[in-house]
């Protein structure tokens, strides 16, 4: 199956025309009927279109593998195909497994374990809550998967998503890596933010004035925040760190996502 039946197929896969996938991925209906007609055997929005149409990017580009993945791994619930993102254009790559790390589990050479944040509650009693590391709950990492992201290991944290704000992509239980040392933004990339003690994940957008968009994939149930210079230090926003990994999660029957 050719690039341009690729994209045709996922795009039927997803129920979308040409207009509606186009306008998901902020380009014109002509791009996406271009790629259907093989004016092209690529493109840079590849791992844009992969996640409109919830498919495989690696499937899409390169025609290997299966459209939608089912496999999981042995931690459950979680399949071991994962999505590394890059700082450019949004581009995605298959990086390996993900699996749950206790005092019991020895390392291998090329692994390192890594800190896993949670919300937790603080003692005052008013629900106020901060982002702290999880003790004992820590989640291991080939170094080399670190190492394809440019992440220091002593930079890298996990977090489990909850909620459905960015479904389709990071599905809720999904666990994320996070590289806390890339806070600077990179407009569209995704990002862990600490929004007064609530761990949050979003695409996020610079602003004139210290300003900030943090952006939902799940748009029709969350939409676009924007919050001024003010606002971002007022409600205490911070940026903990970019994404450069995450887990996929076995859908629920019934689940829309």
Known sequence: MDYKHRVKAARKYAGLTQGELAEKIGIKQASIS????GKSASSSYTASIARACGVSPYWLETGQGEML???????????????LPTQQANEFQIVGDLSVWDSDTPLENDEVYVPLYKEVELSAGNGSTSIQESPGRMVRFAKSTLREASVQPENAKAAQVSGNSMARVIMPGATIGIDIGTTQIYDGDIYAIDHGGMLRVKYVYRLPNGGLRLRSENSEEHPDEIFSGEEVV???IRIIGWVFWWSTVQRRRGSPY
């Open 34 to 37: 271009d790629l259907e007609r």
């Open 69 to 83: 993945s089912d496999s999981k791994d042995p931690t459950g619930g979680m399949e071991n195909v994962v999505l």
């Open 234 to 236: 007022s409600e205490g």
